[in-house]
């Protein structure tokens, strides 16, 4: 069973407008006979440009005039600031630097869906062997496999989500940037952010043993309902419920910060 545990949508429409030019040909010497009559063309119907979606979750424009980095430029950027916001040590223990940006994007935005690609995760393999007890043909969750999950779980418990949200509006036009590079219908990251919150809120919270079965190589679960949630959702299963509690509970705190920057709140 992959351990896919990512933490943390849009692209602008660009409209583009067409103006057209009429020729006037003026003939010397003598006057020109009259023109022939010339059949009416219909006039083309006129097709009104997609509107932009509407965004739901708008962010302030930054208070800083400092200008950012390319997205190209940003992994050393950004690889400070997150050390700023949790510490240099648990930065080089949990996280992928290279394409920081792009990976957190392609990563939130994926978490919502069958699977994460783990060549794209921002975060490293979790130490140690995913856990099952239970006989071969009955195999269940080892709950010592949560135990491996705690200082991650822990680091997200202990990150100052105003601080994390400060940190992500600086840097919200890279996000907006990477996201728009996915090749996305016009949306707005912070609304897919969004989106992907609510639906990891909504993993179901299980008590007591979770079985598995193993049609191949790796483990999956036994409850089709459960095999078929998506990553975001599997991956708070896996952790177990004490852990998905605490991460649930930072990302309802994040969901709230970031409602309460938009205009008018």
């Given at each position: 069973?992959?351990?896919?545990?990512?933490?943390?949508?849009a692209?602008?429409?660009v409209?583009?407008?067409?103006?057209g030019?009429?020729i006037?040909?003026?003939?010397?010497?003598?006057?020109?006979?009259?023109?022939?009559?010339?059949a009416?063309?219909?006039?083309?119907?006129?097709?009104?440009?997609?509107?932009?979606?509407?965004?739901?979750?708008?962010?302030?424009?930054?208070?800083t005039?400092?200008p950012l980095?390319s997205l190209?430029?940003?992994?050393?950027?950004a690889?400070?600031?997150?050390?700023?916001?949790?510490?240099?040590?648990?930065?080089?223990?949990?996280v992928v630097?290279?394409?920081?940006?792009?990976h957190?994007?392609?990563t939130?935005?994926n978490?919502?869906?069958?699977?994460?690609?783990e060549?794209?995760r921002p975060?490293?393999?979790?130490?140690?062997?995913f856990?099952?007890?239970?006989?071969?043909?009955?195999?269940?969750?080892?709950?010592?496999?949560?135990?491996?999950?705690?200082?991650?779980?822990q680091?997200?418990?202990?990150?100052?989500?105003?601080?994390?949200v400060?940190?992500?509006?600086?840097?919200?036009?890279?996000?907006?940037?990477?996201?728009?590079?996915?090749?996305?219908?016009?949306q707005?990251?912070?609304?897919?952010?969004?989106?992907v919150?609510d639906?990891?809120?909504?993993?179901?919270?299980?008590?007591?043993?979770?079985?598995?079965?193993?049609p191949?190589?790796?483990?999956?679960?036994?409850?089709?309902?459960?095999?078929?949630?998506?990553a975001?959702?599997?991956a708070?299963?896996?952790?177990?419920?004490?852990n998905?509690?605490?991460?649930?509970?930072?990302l309802?705190?994040?969901r709230?910060?970031?409602?309460?920057?938009?205009?008018?709140?």
């Amino acid at each position: 069973m992959n351990e896919n545990f990512k933490y943390i949508a849009a692209a602008v429409a660009v409209v583009g407008l067409s103006i057209g030019a009429v020729i006037y040909i003026s003939l010397r010497g003598k006057a020109a006979p009259p023109p022939k009559p010339v059949a009416a063309v219909p006039a083309r119907p006129v097709i009104a440009a997609p509107e932009e979606p509407a965004i739901k979750h708008p962010l302030p424009a930054p208070e800083t005039q400092e200008p950012l980095p390319s997205l190209n430029e940003s992994d050393l950027p950004a690889q400070n600031a997150l050390a700023d916001l949790i510490g240099k040590e648990p930065v080089e223990q949990f996280v992928v630097t290279k394409d920081l940006v792009r990976h957190v994007v392609v990563t939130i935005d994926n978490l919502s869906t069958e699977k994460v690609a783990e060549r794209l995760r921002p975060v490293k393999p979790i130490p140690g062997n995913f856990a099952v007890r239970g006989s071969e043909d009955a195999p269940v969750l080892d709950p010592a496999n949560y135990e491996r999950y705690k200082p991650l779980v822990q680091l997200v418990r202990s990150t100052d989500t105003q601080r994390l949200v400060a940190t992500y509006s600086r840097y919200y036009p890279l996000f907006q940037d990477a996201y728009e590079n996915l090749g996305h219908p016009p949306q707005y990251f912070n609304d897919r952010l969004i989106e992907v919150i609510d639906h990891l809120l909504a993993t179901p919270d299980l008590q007591g043993t979770i079985a598995l079965e193993q049609p191949g190589v790796l483990y999956v679960f036994a409850d089709p309902q459960l095999e078929s949630k998506s990553a975001g959702q599997k991956a708070l299963i896996r952790m177990g419920s004490e852990n998905a509690t605490v991460v649930k509970d930072k990302l309802r705190e994040l969901r709230s910060a970031l409602v309460a920057l938009q205009p008018g709140n």
